[in-house]
Nanobody
Framework: QVQLVESGGGLVQAGGSLRLSCAAS????????MGWYRQAPGKQRELVAR??????TNYADSVKGRFTISRDAKNTVYLQMNSLKPEDTAVYYC???????????????WGQGTQVTVSS
């Protein structure tokens, strides 16, 4: 059973920084794309950033230059968030496309979410 476990959320003042982590565990053969999404109250879930297995990255325009996504060889993805703004307040979700076995297809998984609150 695959699990994505997030950590690192919390309350921070505007201009501050937070680092989110997400560890994928369980029966995993390979991980393709890992990413972070967020959902603010009353809004749709949106892509924040994602990173492929070749380390290529994509960012939402709203976070470019402030957030940095990275991953390590142990199936953990990080999101370094700097210069945080009140509008960054949301529940942040980890997401991964991965194969559980060498012969299985790619399946998509979500973490449980971690709250990030930025006060003004």
């Amino acid at each position: 059973q695959v699990q994505l476990v997030e950590s690192g959320g919390g309350l921070v003042q505007a201009g501050g920084s937070l680092r989110l982590s997400c560890a994928a565990s369980g029966r995993i053969f390979s991980v393709n794309v890992m990413g972070w999404y967020r959902q603010a109250p009353g809004k749709q879930r949106e892509l924040v950033a994602r990173i492929s297995s070749d380390s290529s990255t994509n960012y939402a325009d709203s976070v470019k230059g402030r957030f940095t996504i990275s991953r390590d060889a142990k199936n953990t993805v990080y999101l370094q968030m700097n210069s945080l703004k009140p509008e960054d307040t949301a529940v942040y979700y980890c997401n991964a496309d991965l194969r559980e076995k060498s012969w299985s297809g790619i399946h998509n998984y979500w973490g449980q979410g971690t709250q990030v609150t930025v006060s003004s």
